[in-house]
């Protein structure tokens, strides 16, 4: 099994160009999430989805969007890259919800740089 | 401000000295889960506490939920090389929405 891969590894954008990140996992896990991570910031949620064609907002949903047409794949996108969107960007999915009891498996993430 | 505060940010040590990580909030948690990241991975779960003043112990590190499911803390005894990382906590105090904490990053020098 591969568990949870990401695609691309690293990415640079201009301002103002567009891009998708994909998520895959081969674990048959209904939820998925998107975080970005920043230097003393943690983690922090972007979007998740607790099922096949659905999603919801999390803490930072601002200039991203998702979709998850197939159950194994969860993509976001960024319609218009800005300087802020600098960031490390790691995906996750979990078995359940459940309140935050059940671990999350998290890919390798995706380094974006947006000059 | 953050949601789960984690103190301190960062912590440098030496190997065979002993350590504590907090994790404080002011909302209530179903249930808080501890993380370790490594450089150029994703977090991986160490435990998930989940009753008021429950201990877990898992080989040299010691985990425990306050009795107020605000807060939790991490010990490590006997701190050793490999357990140099970031160590994120995590929870969803309402529905999915899962918060992480700011990160502690140690690192135990041999």
């Known amino acids: 099994n591969a568990g949870v891969t990401q695609t691309p590894k690293f990415r640079v954008l201009k301002t103002g160009q567009s891009m998708t990140l994909l998520c895959a996992q081969d674990m048959n896990h209904e939820y998925m999430y998107w975080y970005r991570q920043d230097p003393g910031m943690g983690l922090r949620l972007i979007h998740y989805?607790?099922?096949?064609?659905?999603?919801a907002k999390g803490e930072v949903p601002d200039g991203y969007n998702v979709s998850r047409l197939k159950k194994q794949n969860f993509l976001l996108g960024l319609e218009s890259a800005a300087p802020s969107q600098t960031s490390v960007y790691f995906c996750a999915s979990s078995y359940g919800g459940g309140g935050g009891t059940y671990e999350q498996y998290f890919g390798p993430g995706t380094r974006l740089t947006v000059t | 401000t953050q949601l789960l505060e984690q103190s301190p940010q960062f912590l440098s040590i030496q190997e065979g000295e002993n350590l504590t990580v907090y994790c404080n909030s002011s909302s209530v948690f179903s249930s808080l889960q501890w993380y370790r990241q490594e450089p150029g991975e994703g977090p991986v779960l160490l435990v998930t506490v989940v009753t008021g003043g429950e201990v877990k112990k898992l080989k040299r590190l010691t985990f425990q939920f306050g009795d107020a499911r605000k807060d939790s803390s991490l010990h490590i005894t006997a701190a050793q090389p490999g357990d140099t990382g970031l160590y994120l906590c995590a929870g969803a105090p309402t529905g999915n929405q899962f918060y992480f904490g700011t990160g502690t990053s140690l690192t135990v020098i041999p």
């Open positions: 989805s607790v099922g096949e064609g659905t999603t």
